[in-house]
T-cell receptor, first 115, second 113 residues
Framework: EAQVTQNPRYLITVTGKKLTVTCSQNMNHEYMSWYRQDPGLGLRQIYYSMNVEVTDKGDVPEGYKVSRKEKRNFPLILESPSPNQTSLYFC??????????????FGPGTRLTVL | AQKITQTQPGMFVQEKEAVTLDCTYDTSDQSYGLFWYKQPSSGEMIFLIYQGSYDEQNATEGRYSLNFQKARKSANLVISASQLGDSAMYFCAMFQGAQKLVFGQGTRLTINP
């Protein structure tokens, strides 16, 4: 079954404690990205990756890091989380063919609370 | 900058009626893609329909169709014969500059029995 998995699904942590949210896809997609969803603001892109070892900033990258060492994995790293990073996070992937995209598959979401 | 606008924060519709959710976009790109997603109260993002900027026909997927008017830069979602399970948040999105997906603010649709 084609899917994007994220872990953990729920996380409560404290300010400053480094954390990683994992994301994995089994569709051999080139393009992966991370979004955060906040009430009244919709979904905003944090980082994206066009392929292995190629990452770039989205609209709200401050306070986040990513890496793309393997095609299937795209972890999101919060080196020093702060309360304003409390949000619902989504990982997504899509095939990328000659500048056109197809369906973007979303993971189930990770609800993060930073105290 | 590319932008997606959904002007209806909330809509209430009787079951079995058709409903149109509005979406307008702004882009200077010639090649772009438009998406609609459904987000039920459980939180997951469910892909509904996709329209490419060069597609000549409006996209359809079962009860969902996309009314694409390129000159007016609108991509409205039409749901025929609405069902109670259609109650959810709906997001319009556009693939921007071949790099990132930009979302609208969303419309909360409530289907009344």
């Amino acid at each position: 079954e084609a899917q994007v998995t994220q872990n953990p699904r729920y996380l409560i942590t404290v300010t400053g404690k480094k954390l990683t949210v994992t994301c994995s896809q089994n569709m051999n997609h080139e393009y992966m990205s991370w979004y955060r969803q906040d009430p009244g603001l919709g979904l905003r892109q944090i980082y994206y990756s066009m392929n292995v070892e190629v990452t770039d900033k989205g609209d709200v990258p401050e306070g986040y890091k990513v890496s793309r060492k393997e095609k299937r994995n795209f972890p999101l790293i919060l080196e020093s989380p702060s309360p304003n990073q409390t949000s619902l996070y989504f990982c997504a992937s899509t095939a990328w063919i000659r500048g056109n995209t197809d369906t973007q598959y979303f993971g189930p979401g990770t609800r993060l609370t930073v105290l | 900058a590319q932008k997606i606008t959904q002007t209806q924060p909330g809509m209430f519709v009787q079951e079995k009626e058709a409903v149109t959710l509005d979406c307008t976009y702004d882009t200077s790109d010639q090649s772009y893609g438009l998406f609609w997603y459904k987000q039920p109260s459980s939180g997951e993002m469910i892909f509904l329909i996709y329209q490419g900027s060069y597609d000549e026909q409006n996209a359809t997927e079962g009860r969902y169709s996309l009314n694409f008017q390129k000159a007016r830069k609108s991509a409205n979602l039409v749901i025929s014969a609405s069902q109670l399970g259609d109650s959810a948040m709906y997001f319009c999105a556009m693939f921007q500059g071949a790099q990132k997906l930009v979302f609208g603010q969303g419309t909360r649709l409530t289907i009344n029995p």
